[in-house]
C-alpha cells in the first residue's frame, strides 16, 4: 500500500514564516525554493517510512536531508493514520555551514 504523505499547517506556516514568499536581494532563499527543494525531497523519502529508523515510538521517524542551499535539514514524520505521514516539523542544523567553511582543505 501506497503511503500518503502531507505537510502539516504547523510546519507550513514555519516554511512561510522563515524563508518568506521572496528571494532576499542578499542571497537568501524562499519559502518557494524550500518546497521545491529540500520539501520536496523529504515528500519522497518519507514513501519509504517503514525502513526509516525510529528512537521512541514507531509512529514518529525522522529523514535527514543535505541540500546545497538550505544544509542540513531533519524532517519529522508522524504516521497519523495507516496510510498517511504528516510532516510535522523540521529543524535545520545552523552550525553546517560554519563547519563546512572551518573543514581544512584536503
Known amino acids: 500500500m501506497a503511503l500518503k504523505i502531507r505537510v502539516s499547517e504547523f510546519a507550513a506556516e514555519k516554511i512561510a514564516d522563515t524563508y518568506g514568499p521572496e528571494r532576499s536581494t542578499t542571497g537568501r532563499p524562499s519559502e518557494w525554493d524550500f518546497w521545491s527543494g529540500p520539501l520536496a525531497a523529504a515528500l519522497v523519502g518519507f514513501r519509504d517510512f517503514e525502513n526509516l529508523l525510529w ?47 572551518s573543514d581544512p582543505n584536503d
Open 55 to 101: 528512537h521512541s515510538l514507531p509512529e514518529i521517524r525522522t529523514l535527514h536531508i543535505v541540500d546545497p542551499v538550505f544544509g542540513v535539514l531533519v524532517f519529522v514524520g508522524v504516521l497519523i493514520e495507516p496510510d498517511t505521514v504528516e510532516i510535522a516539523d523540521f529543524e535545520a542544523d545552523l552550525d553546517y555551514w560554519s563547519m563546512i567553511e
